[in-house]
């Protein structure tokens, strides 16, 4: 497989409720019907298996760089962070490689 | 698709050598044909796209959470974990997640 993938933890403030993690879920799974540069799209919640894990992943796939940065970039993306994850962000970390 | 993902992203510790962190790479590629349980196995470089980025990530599939557990504690994982991994790592983070 070729591509370029892009990776993103976060671990939410405290006093973050379900319904705020559920409302980020459900907006960033509209950003693959809007973004067409996705190529695949995976979000998870933490399964608790772990201690010290993070609580949320976005890992996101793509045809190439170019492809991500059109993605990373997208006023439509921007207005999810801006909106429902940075007020929720604690902690963040992410990674970007070549498939 | 269902199944089980483990996502790990690393920092490298100053000083650490490209030569380190390629053995890392080899090591961990093996892996695959000596834990049955891995189902997809994704490890990546940075590419340097966003500063701040980590150095170094694995994206492992398995058929549920049970089979991450038998990779995790596998003795020939913990052995690259201990003897190669562990004295370059700055900072770990991850997240298991049901896909």
Excluded: C
Excluded at 43 to 71: C, H, M, Q, R, S
């Amino acid at each position: 497989m070729s591509g370029f993938r892009h990776v993103v933890m976060f671990k939410w403030a405290e006093g973050t409720t379900t319904g705020q993690q559920d409302e980020v879920a459900a907006q960033l799974r509209e950003l693959p019907g809007a973004i067409p540069e996705i190529r695949e799209y995976s979000i998870g919640t933490n399964a608790g298996v772990n201690p010290g894990a993070y609580d949320f992943v976005v890992v996101a796939d793509f045809d190439d760089k170019e492809a991500y940065l059109v993605y990373r970039d997208a006023p439509v993306h921007r207005a999810v962070i801006d909106q429902y994850i940075a007020p929720l962000t604690a902690e963040r970390v992410s990674i970007q490689y070549e498939l």
